[in-house]
């Protein structure tokens, strides 16, 4: 159950990241878009899986999918911090 909802959000933090790059990449302004944009994103996500985990589950789920959903955000940005400007511009 615990690695099932891991996968699930790890797969929407991964798709929502595709969305919001495709969406602001090449645009003015674009790389601070995708980064607050991801954020923002990552906060919704982590107040969306602890109510519904507190609610749904009565187990201690919560923090261990926080800590995934952390993880995963954290590596996104540092990718996209590392090679997002060369593809900003690239795009442009």
Known sequence: ???RI???NAVISL?????IFK????QSGGDLAIIF???IFGVLQLLAN??????KTKSNYTIRVQLAI???????LVFFIIFGYQVNEWLK
């Open 1 to 3: 159950m615990l690695n």
């Open 23 to 26: 969406r602001y990449a090449g």
């Open 15 to 19: 798709l929502m990241f595709a969305f």
């Open 6 to 8: 891991i996968l699930i």
């Open 70 to 76: 952390l993880a995963i955000q954290s590596i996104e």
């Open 37 to 39: 944009a991801n954020v």
């Open 50 to 55: 602890s109510i519904y985990l507190r609610i």
